[in-house]
């Protein structure tokens, strides 16, 4: 079974930074696309970036240019770099893994998930 364990979010002022990390524990972490999604209440769960086995990345057009995704194999960890941030990105952020190398239908585990706060 693969656990996920998210950590970095917390309370910025619109305009700033946060990184969030994603550590997998239990998996081949290598072998798998990585992706995070966030989530506010009343709405469903979007996803707004990820990263293939191969370092391919997608995201969302509403944080493209200002989240970046990455992922260290050697730490088994998926980082999400939130710049820029604005009020409407206030969510709670959920790491996920594929069973597969690219983003491929649902994602087969989630993490605990993440509070972020942006406040105006």
């Known amino acids: 079974q693969v656990q996920l364990v998210e950590s970095g979010g917390g309370l910025v002022q619109a305009g700033g930074s946060l990184r969030l990390s994603c550590v997998a524990f239990?998996?081949?972490?290598?072998?798998?696309?990585m992706g995070w999604y966030r989530q506010t209440p009343g709405k469903q769960r979007e996803l707004v970036a990820s990263?293939?086995?191969?370092?391919?990345?997608d995201y969302a057009d509403s944080v493209k240019d200002r989240f970046t995704i990455s992922r260290d194999n050697a730490k088994n960890t998926v980082y999400l770099q939130m710049n820029s941030l604005k009020p409407e990105d206030t969510a709670v952020y959920y790491c996920?893994?594929?069973?597969?190398?690219?983003?491929?239908?649902?994602?087969?585990?989630w993490g605990q998930g993440t509070q972020v706060t942006v406040s105006s």
């Open positions: 996920a893994a594929f069973r597969t190398r690219v983003v491929d239908g649902s994602p087969s585990d």
């Open positions: 239990g998996s081949i972490f290598s072998g798998s696309a």
């Open positions: 990263i293939s086995t191969g370092g391919s990345t």
